[in-house]
Each structure stands twice: as structure tokens, then as C-alpha cells.
């Protein structure tokens, strides 16, 4: 079983910043891209950021400039941080996470649970 744990969302004025951090516990093997999407309300869930196991990223044009994922293997965690925050920023974050549990197994998508920021004054 995988467990992803995600932490540091709140509450933040426009143009402020926050650090989202998502830690992969359980049987883990291997983990190949992890990921932030988002849903707002009323509206579908859209990709943020991923970066892959060699640490290739790629963003949503939205956040282009603003936020930064990164990765710390070791410990299985991938984190975004967000800077010049603006209300549409407004969501609940979701991390994303291929993982392989054991040496012989398929890879499987697995999510957290959600932390909701939000960007109001």
C-alpha cells in the first residue's frame, strides 16, 4: 500500500507565497513522475506542474514563471512552490505520484488527498 501525504496549504494574500509538500510513504520500489493538479470550484481538474524521475518538468501556462516543483528523491517527497499567488490560484491541490511498489510490479498512479489554498485579502 502507498500512502501520499500532502502538507502546507492555508490561507494567503495576493502575491504571497506558499510551499506545498507532498511525502510517498508505504511499499515503495521506484517512483517515476509526480505531479500538483488542482480543481477549483466549479471548474475541472487541471495539471499544474510534473516533473519526471530525471527531474524534466513541464508547468501549465497559468503558473509559468510563478511556480517551481522540485524533488527530493531520498525521500520520496516533491514539493511547489508558489510565488506572486493571485485568487485564481484558489483550489485544492491534489499531488500525483507513478509508483512501482515492488521490483516486479506495473507501475500504478496513486493521489493524495487533497489541501486547499487560497488566495484572498
Known amino acids: 500500500q502507498v500512502q501520499l501525504v500532502e502538507s502546507g496549504g492555508g490561507l494567503v494574500q495576493p502575491g504571497g507565497s506558499l510551499r506545498l509538500s507532498c511525502a510517498a510513504s508505504?511499499?515503495?520500489?521506484?517512483?517515476?513522475?509526480m505531479g500538483w493538479y488542482r480543481r477549483a470550484p466549479e471548474k475541472e481538474r487541471e495539471l499544474v506542474a510534473v516533473?519526471?524521475?530525471?527531474?524534466?518538468?513541464n508547468y501549465a501556462g497559468s503558473v509559468k514563471g510563478r511556480f517551481t516543483i522540485s524533488r527530493d528523491n531520498a525521500k520520496n517527497t516533491v514539493y511547489l512552490q508558489m510565488n506572486s499567488l493571485k485568487p485564481e490560484d484558489t483550489a485544492v491541490y491534489y499531488c500525483?505520484?507513478?509508483?512501482?511498489?515492488?521490483?516486479?510490479?506495473?507501475?500504478?498512479?496513486?493521489w493524495g488527498q487533497g489541501t486547499q489554498v487560497t488566495v484572498s485579502s
Open positions: 500525483n505520484a507513478g509508483v512501482r511498489p515492488f521490483w516486479n510490479s506495473a507501475v500504478s498512479d496513486y
Open positions: 508505504g511499499s515503495i520500489f521506484s517512483i517515476n513522475d
Open positions: 516533473i519526471t524521475g530525471g527531474s524534466n518538468t
